[in-house]
């Protein structure tokens, strides 16, 4: 049973800190996507990724968040530094998505806490 | 640009009663439609997708009809089980490369 996998399941760090979050896409899969999900905002969009290029990351504080594909088995989410209102369960997301009927298939998310 | 409106929740109910949770869309063109569900401490899960007007998705015991004449996409169970207990989330999906239109989800919470 192929699942999305993401890692760690939960980190709390201090604020100033880096954080890294990983997600392994299904196998196969072309599209990869990060969402952030808090009470306040509901789940939100931060970037996606087709074939490994970035396609859409206007969701993404462009400051402070990064995130990159460096092969098709591993994305990854960055905040340097880290702060207290980014505090949120992150998910990754993946799919492929050759016509509008196709499924996303969620991670389990990391869930993150920034003192 | 394309956007889901759900009900707010949340929403309590007796074992065995019925359920309907309400979902409306905007989108230009025609997208397909998806019922996502997430249980405590987990990812979404896709629960019944329909891709075309009148098209009725179901999965375990869920059914929801694409509406186009009223751009809705309502949720319903006839007989809702304290296993139901989730958030859910209705989506929708252009041709947007993929990008998938959240709702704001509905908690569902079942008494037995």
């Known amino acids: 049973d192929a699942r999305v996998t993401q890692t760690p399941r939960h980190k709390v760090t201090e604020m100033g800190q880096e954080v890294t979050m990983r997600c392994q896409p299904i196998l196969g899969h072309n599209t990869v996507f990060w969402y952030r999900q808090t009470m306040m905002q509901g789940l939100e969009l931060l970037a996606y990724f087709r074939n490994r290029a970035p396609l859409d990351d206007s969701g993404m504080p462009k400051d402070r968040f990064s995130a990159e594909m460096p092969d098709a088995t591993l994305a990854t989410l960055k905040i340097q530094p880290s702060e207290p209102r980014d505090s949120a369960v992150y998910f990754c997301?993946?799919?492929?998505?050759?016509?509008?009927?196709?499924?996303?298939?969620f991670g389990p998310g990391t869930r993150l806490t920034v003192l | 640009g394309d956007s889901v409106t759900q009900m707010e929740g949340p929403v309590t109910l007796s074992e065995e009663a019925f359920l309907t949770i309400n979902c409306t869309y905007t989108?230009?063109?025609?997208?397909?439609l998806f019922w996502y569900v997430q249980y405590p401490g987990e990812g979404l899960q896709l629960l019944l997708k329909a891709t075309k007007a009148d098209d009725k998705g179901s999965n375990k015991g869920f059914e929801a009809t694409y509406r186009k004449e009223t751009t809705s996409f309502h949720l319903e169970k006839g007989s809702v089980q304290v296993s139901d207990s989730a958030v859910y989330f209705c989506a929708s999906r252009g041709s947007t490369l993929g990008r998938l239109y959240f709702g704001r989800g509905t908690q569902l919470t079942v008494w037995p």
């Open positions: 997301a993946s799919g492929l998505l050759g016509d509008r009927t196709d499924t996303q298939y």
């Open positions: 989108a230009t063109g025609y997208p397909s």
